[in-house]
């Protein structure tokens, strides 16, 4: 399997220096943000959709919201929670503050996050390292990363300098990322995982995880990544 193309050397920089320009930055923004905080929280928040004032319609509501419920719990007694998950998010369509069917869609959501647990060792000395699972699409993970491993930096520059490259604002050099390898190498889009992140997956794929380093050789030591979710093991 062909490795995917990370940024050139180029493309990492010291830490130190990287950090005081993502700090200017956000200390000069600071107060802009703040400024506009409450509203963007306003504009974001989800908007209730009233309900229909229409009796007989009304009527309809109740009906589908009290099949639909009845049919989840038969799903959630057979244990096929995916399907249990769907129904309550189809009656969540229909009246988003259903409170009833969006506690037991965070119970599913939650559920399915638990469901399986594998521990892979990631080495910083390495390229990409296949972690033996097949995530699903829109199913829930969370990966968290424990340990220390050090990484090593050596470039070569001459007296221009080196320039801060635009990835540094996502990827922090020594970070852990991940990546679900498309057909094209050349479509691979890693992500950052970093110490601890929740996920659904925008489509199934095997996940792979490596240290961001576009030459990891020099690097040592490793992380213990703990992969919790639904998902398929297929080593």
Not at 2 to 27: D, H, Y
Not at 139 to 155: C, D, Q, R, Y
Not at 199 to 219: C, H, I, K, V
């Amino acid at each position: 399997m062909s490795r995917p193309l990370l940024p050139s050397p180029l493309f990492v920089t010291l830490l130190g220096f990287a950090a005081s320009i993502v700090l200017v930055q956000s200390l000069a923004g600071q107060d802009r943000a703040k400024g506009g905080k409450n509203k963007r929280a306003e504009a974001q928040a989800p908007k209730v959709r009233p309900l229909p004032n229409d009796e007989r319609l009304m009527a309809l509501h109740r009906d589908f919201v009290k099949r639909a419920e009845g049919l989840a719990k038969e799903y959630e007694n057979d244990k096929d929670w995916g399907k249990a998950r769907s129904v309550y998010e189809e009656i969540l369509k229909l009246v988003p503050q259903y409170k009833s069917a969006a506690d037991r869609l965070a119970a599913m959501i939650d559920r399915e996050r638990q469901a399986q647990s594998v521990v892979v060792n990631i080495r910083a000395n390495d390229g990409w390292q296949d972690t033996g699972v097949d995530l699903i699409a829109d199913k829930p993970v969370s990966i968290v990363a424990g340990g220390t491993w050090v990484f090593h930096l050596e470039i070569e520059t001459n007296a221009d300098g080196l320039s801060i490259p635009k990835e540094l604002r996502d990827f922090n050099p020594g970070c852990l990322i991940g990546m679900i390898p498309e057909e094209n190498p050349e479509d691979n889009k890693p992500f950052v995982i970093g110490p601890a992140k929740q996920f659904q997956a925008e489509r199934s794929g095997r996940l792979f995880l490596r240290m961001y380093d576009t030459d990891p050789r020099d690097n040592s030591g490793s992380l213990k990544v703990e992969i919790r979710g639904t998902f398929k093991e297929g080593r």
